[in-house]
T-cell receptor, first 116, second 113 residues
Framework: GAGVSQSPSNKVTEKGKDVELRCDPI?????LYWYRQRLGQGLEFLIY????????KSGLPSDRFSAERTGESVSTLTIQRTQQEDSAVYLC??????????????FGPGTRLTVL | GENVEQHPSTLSVQEGDSAVIKCTYS??????FPWYKQELGKRPQLIID?????GEKKDQRIAVTLNKTAKHFSLHITETQPEDSAVYFC????????????FGAGTRLAVHP
């Protein structure tokens, strides 16, 4: 079946502009995660959604970052007033939720964000 | 705080040799430890994972060991091949079971023919 998809694949923006990144999870996956990966570095957890529970926003680096998810489908990550340090690849992952047991997270291809 | 340390940051081996990557984690409540492989410009792909109720898991040339007492786990790749060249990330689940993963910084493995 279809994997996790993200759009756009690349985004170049000017400092101070807002950007919106989109993630389409695997159908039936109730859990959705956003990560940030700076060049040559590991994955940094940003936010997590699971069903109708309140999202865990503990990884969001500042109040310029926000994310929404409609039901158990599409999620958007919004970065307001972008800064050069926001330049990174933003990865989305989704997983099944199996009654208290974590299941495999499947990653999308990422959106490469460049802030000039 | 939540932390996963990964070593080495780079690893170079000859084809056919073994490669070992080690990770330590800070949260003794962590119960799930996946390993991801990321090729240049591509998304991370799960290669193996282990849960805290076992000490070792194998899948062909790949094995993972877990020592919960010492809070460390390792990835072992035997009979390495050039196509094993990639960045490998370990991760540990934090915050009590909802799969919030904290990743190590990655190991760049180069397998030379």
């Amino acid at each position: 079946g279809a994997g996790v998809s993200q759009s756009p694949s690349n985004k170049v923006t000017e400092k101070g502009k807002d950007v919106e990144l989109r993630c389409d999870p695997i159908s039936g996956h109730t859990a959705l995660y956003w990560y940030r990966q700076r060049l040559g570095q590991g994955l940094e957890f940003l936010i997590y959604f699971q069903g109708n529970s309140a999202p865990d926003k503990s990884g969001l680096p500042s109040d310029r970052f926000s994310a929404e998810r409609t039901g158990e489908s599409v999620s958007t990550l919004t970065i307001q007033r972008t800064q050069q340090e926001d330049s990174a690849v933003y990865l989305c992952a989704s997983s099944l939720w199996l009654a208290g047991e974590p299941d495999t997270q499947y990653f999308g291809p990422g959106t490469r964000l460049t802030v000039l | 705080g939540e932390n996963v340390e990964q070593h080495p940051s780079t690893l170079s081996v000859q084809e056919g040799d073994s490669a070992v990557i080690k990770c330590t984690y800070s949260d003794s409540a962590s119960n799930y430890f996946p390993w991801y492989k990321q090729e240049l410009g591509k998304r991370p792909q799960l290669i193996i994972d282990i849960r805290s109720n076992v000490g070792e898991k194998k899948d062909q040339r790949i094995a993972v060991t877990l020592n919960k007492t010492a809070k460390h786990f390792s990835l072992h790749i035997t009979e390495t091949q050039p196509e094993d060249s990639a960045v490998y990330f370990c991760a540990a689940e934090f915050s009590g079971g909802y799969n919030k993963l904290i990743f190590g910084a990655g190991t760049r493995l180069a397998v030379h023919p």
